[in-house]
């Protein structure tokens, strides 16, 4: 299994920007998919997390309301699109997916698959 990551990079607070996760080497309709991220000299954090259908959909309170989290079952990808972003946003963005299906979780030890890393950076 591998998930590629695509998208990120550097963008003024209050702009925009779009990631993209694919995996391949197996189907993960039926799995939650989600989002987290690593700031500098800061632990790892959940940001979203979508279920296989797309209807069950949570996000970290500091997120709420900017960002959005979708999923493609046909393309097997995880979409995470930032709006009104702020510095405190800058990280390495991680898209990753737990082993069992239909299992939810907002904890990084729970998921089996990982992406390599989008960095995004937001400038005041």
């Known amino acids: 299994v591998q998930l590629e990551q695509s998208g990120g990079g550097s963008v003024q607070a209050g702009g925009s920007l779009a990631l993209s996760c694919t995996a391949s080497g197996r189907t993960f309709s039926t799995h939650y998919m989600a989002w987290f991220r690593q700031a500098p000299r800061k632990e790892r954090e959940f940001v979203a997390v979508?279920?296989?259908?797309?209807?069950?959909?949570t996000y970290a309170a500091s997120v709420k309301g900017r960002f959005t989290i979708s999923r493609d079952n046909a393309k097997n990808a995880v979409y995470l699109q930032m709006n009104s972003v702020k510095p405190e946003d800058t990280a390495v963005y991680y898209c990753?997916?737990?082993?069992?299906?239909?299992?939810?979780?907002?904890?990084?030890?729970?998921?089996?698959?990982w992406g390599q890393g989008t960095q995004v950076t937001v400038s005041s």
């Open positions: 979508i279920s296989g259908s797309g209807t069950t959909i």
């Open positions: 990753a997916i737990p082993d069992t299906e239909r299992f939810f979780s907002k904890m990084q030890d729970d998921y089996a698959y």
